[in-house]
């Protein structure tokens, strides 16, 4: 998992480059924005694991 400090130019950048990706760690999840312990996040659909978080 990628960590980014929010508020820097390139993280909304990031959440929009992945969102829609292919899960890295099952094989048909697809990432989608939501929240991860409280931060802006990108996680997979299918097993919840976080691929970036804005923290
Ligand atoms: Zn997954």
């Not at 292919?22 to 048909?28: E, L």
Request: charged share 25%; proline share 4%; aromatic share 6%.
């Amino acid at each position: 998992m990628q960590r980014v400090k929010k508020g820097r130019d390139d993280s909304h950048v990031v959440l929009e480059r992945l969102t829609d990706q292919t899960c890295a760690f099952c094989d048909d999840g697809l990432l989608t924005p939501g929240e991860y312990k409280g931060n802006q996040a990108i996680l997979c659909k299918s097993c919840n694991t976080p691929a970036v978080q804005l923290w």
